[in-house]
């Protein structure tokens, strides 16, 4: 890249007065640095360059009163452009800009503007006219001042209906939340009354549970004397007798086999063993007692008539 220090040493030597020509240099860009340790040079002159664009920092050169770009590249302009508030002269003659930046509404000492030769938008260019005479070049000034306090204006209304459409949208979306947060709150809020409901009824019902069971010995209590008062009590089922008639049948078995005995023993060739004998003994002592008794005499003399 070509600098204006390369084509001509320091550019202080460049320097006449408040003049600083760097014209028909070959530049390719502009030389911010050095230029801005030049507040003297309030009118710089770029024409007949390379230049395509200009970096943001040229913006900071606000000590520029006249400014000659002129036959260059430039396809358009920093969208800071408007910082060079004192600029009172500006030549963008042939250069391939369509548009300004809106910033370029800020250049209100701005009284000479020539625009011609470049591919501006149709609006802008009918706005910008000739400006083929000091006269006109002073018109193209004021007419493109107005049109872009205009567009700033415009563009101003337009971010700030935007602003208007994402507060209200945010509004939308706040009270869209706080509606849902109630419809949260209010049906937490049910639950929890339909959970306190549900304990009491089981609370209610447990209360009723045990009045219940406090009450039914009392109804046991009262309904017994009219059991007793009724026409015909209730008879008691009958008693099992397995056990007492398990020892009957054993006695019976006892007596069996002592009668059997006895009958061995008085009948048969027993009785002259000695056991038979006790036994025939205790026998006929045992008929004499019972023959003591009126009674038994009698039953036993029936018994032997027959």
């Known amino acids: 890249m070509t600098k204006a220090g390369n084509k001509g040493g320091n ?134 001042l107005q049109h872009m306090k205009a567009v700033q204006a415009d563009q101003e209304r337009e971010r700030q209906r935007r602003l208007e459409v994402e507060r209200e949208a945010e509004k939308k979306r706040e009270a869209k939340q706080r509606a849902k947060e109630a419809q949260e709150r209010e049906l937490r809020k049910r639950e929890k009354a339909e959970e306190k409901e549900r304990r009491r009824k089981e609370y209610d019902a447990l209360k009723a549970t045990k009045r219940e069971q406090e009450k039914k010995p009392k109804k046991e209590v009262n309904q017994a004397p009219k059991s007793k008062s ?39 060739e027993l009785q002259q063993q000695p056991l038979c004998t006790s036994v025939n003994t205790i026998y006929d002592n045992a008929i004499r007692g019972l023959r003591s008794h009126d009674i038994l005499r009698w039953v036993l003399q029936t018994e032997s008539q027959q």
């Not at 397995?242 to 006895?262: D, E, M, N, P, Q």
């Open 11 to 144: 550019l202080r030597d460049k320097l006449d007065g408040n003049e600083l020509d760097l014209s028909l240099g070959d530049l390719n860009e502009v030389p911010v640095k050095e230029l801005a340790a030049l507040p003297k040079a309030t009118v710089l002159d770029l024409s007949c360059n390379k230049l395509t664009t200009l970096p943001m920092e040229f913006c900071s050169l606000t000590h520029l009163v006249k400014l000659d770009l002129s036959k260059n590249k430039l396809q358009q302009l920093p969208a800071d452009f408007g910082r060079l508030v004192n600029l009172q002269h500006l030549d963008l003659l042939n250069n391939r800009l369509v548009t300004l930046p809106v910033s370029f509404a800020q250049l209100k000492n701005l009284k000479w503007l020539d625009l011609k030769d470049n591919p501006l938008d149709p609006v802008l260019a009918k706005v910008a006219g000739d400006c083929l005479d000091e006269k006109q070049c002073k018109q193209c000034a004021n007419k493109v």
């Open 230 to 268: 009724g026409s015909r009590p209730r008879k008691p089922p009958p008693k099992k007798h397995t056990r007492s008639w398990a020892v009957l049948k054993l006695l019976l078995l006892l007596l069996l086999c002592v009668a059997g005995g006895l009958v061995a023993c008085r009948v048969t």
